[in-house]
Nanobody
């Protein structure tokens, strides 16, 4: 059974930092393209950052220079370091594991709430 368990969310003031963790079981994260997505109230889920099996990273324009995605293969964990947080970063953040060969597989975590407020 595949599980992606996010943690690290919480309440933080604008300008603050948080680090989200996504611990995977049932899959090997280095064999998947891993990503972080977020969904704010009343909005669609959007891509935040991805890291491919080869280690290439990609970021939404809104978080470039502030967020960093990384992967620890030994811990089978993916992280999202979030700095200089803004109120508009408030959302539920979801971890995703995806691959398309030899067959498409797509897994999601349950999400962790991030609230940026003074």
């Amino acid at each position: 059974q595949v599980q992606l368990v996010e943690s690290g969310g919480g309440l933080v003031q604008p300008g603050g930092s948080l680090r989200l963790s996504c611990v995977a079981s049932g899959i090997i994260v280095s064999m998947f393209d891993m990503g972080w997505y977020r969904q704010a109230p009343g909005k669609q889920r959007e891509l935040v950052a991805t890291i491919t099996r080869g280690g290439w990273t990609n970021y939404a324009d809104s978080v470039k220079g502030r967020f960093t995605i990384s992967r620890d293969n030994a811990k089978n964990t993916v992280y999202l370091q979030m700095n200089s947080l803004k109120t508009e970063d408030t959302a539920v953040y979801y971890c995703n594991a995806h691959k398309e060969w030899p067959g498409m597989l797509d897994y999601w975590g349950q999400g962790t709430q991030v609230t940026v407020s003074s």
